[in-house]
């Protein structure tokens, strides 16, 4: 990851040694391309053997501070497991047996999982739930409430959001 102290220092220290390396990233937006910021980002993301991404976004991230188009793959990230999966749609009952146990109230529930970052449309998630009725919870897991998101819910009278930081 090139955007920590630690990717920043094992990218440096592959160049170095001419070791083969692959970049992967999240949520990178390119910026104007100027500044010693932007040549120092551009030095250290030009040189992977590869370069992974979760969407397009960030192909372009890459290709705009230099990384070959050919050598961008993009690869479905996830953290799910087979064993997470259920084979077979739970009955009502065990339906609200699981909300019990997580204390959710309400009747119906809307979830989204990812970071609390603007590309993601949480924005527009949050605009998308106005009018929605008492008993449907939004619940937003990864991130803390920013102020961003709490004037969007003041604004848009959204009521029922519930924000979830970062789980196993």
Known sequence: ???????????????????????????????????????????????????????????????????????????????????????????KEEKNECKHRLGIKYRRTILYVGRMIHIKGVDILIRACQGLEDDVGVFLVGGYETEEYAELARKYNVHNLNFINHIQ
């Open 1 to 91: 990851n090139p955007t920590t102290p630690t990717g920043i220092v094992g990218i440096t220290f592959c160049k170095a040694k001419r070791i083969p390396y692959v970049l992967q990233s999240e949520g990178g937006l390119p910026k104007n391309g100027k500044g010693f910021k932007e040549r120092f980002k551009k030095h250290l993301l030009k040189g992977a053997s590869l370069y992974l991404t979760g969407m397009k976004p960030e192909e372009d991230y890459f290709t705009a501070y230099g990384a070959p188009l050919e050598k961008v793959k993009q690869y479905p990230f996830a953290s799910l497991a087979e064993k997470d999966l259920i084979k077979e749609v739970p009955t």
